[in-house]
């Protein structure tokens, strides 16, 4: 099994920064998708952004321009770099890896535990 460990939550004023990491337990023998999602009180998980394996990303429209999402294999993290933060971003910030852990293995789908963002206004 392998562990998502999500970090770089916290409280933030509107406009400021802050830089998600996800580090994981062990390396994946293939990943078909990373991403962020995100889930604030009271509404569903929703999409923030995705990579993928060769480095092409899609954002949700409500976030593209602030953030960026980005991978370092060598390291097994991904990240998302947050700028231009709004009170409307504050949420569960949750990543996901969707993977096989070794050959001949079917892809599961893999999720942190979340970290807290909140935006002060």
């Known amino acids: 099994q392998v562990q998502l460990v999500e970090s770089g939550g916290g409280l933030v004023q509107a406009g400021g920064s802050l830089r998600l990491s996800c580090a994981a337990s062990?390396?994946?023998?293939?990943?078909?998708?990373m991403g962020w999602y995100r889930q604030a009180p009271g509404k569903q998980r929703e999409f923030v952004a995705t990579?993928?394996?060769?480095?092409?990303?899609n954002y949700a429209d409500s976030v593209k321009g602030r953030f960026t999402i980005s991978r370092d294999n060598a390291k097994n993290t991904l990240y998302l770099q947050m700028n231009s933060l709004k009170s409307e971003d504050t949420a569960v910030y949750y990543c996901?890896?969707?993977?096989?852990?070794?050959?001949?293995?079917?892809?599961?789908?893999?999720w942190g535990q979340g970290t807290q963002v909140t935006v002060s206004s």
């Open positions: 996901n890896i969707v993977g096989a852990m070794s050959w001949g293995l079917r892809s599961s789908d893999y």
């Open positions: 990579i993928t394996t060769d480095g092409s990303t």
């Open positions: 062990r390396r994946f023998f293939s990943i078909n998708a």
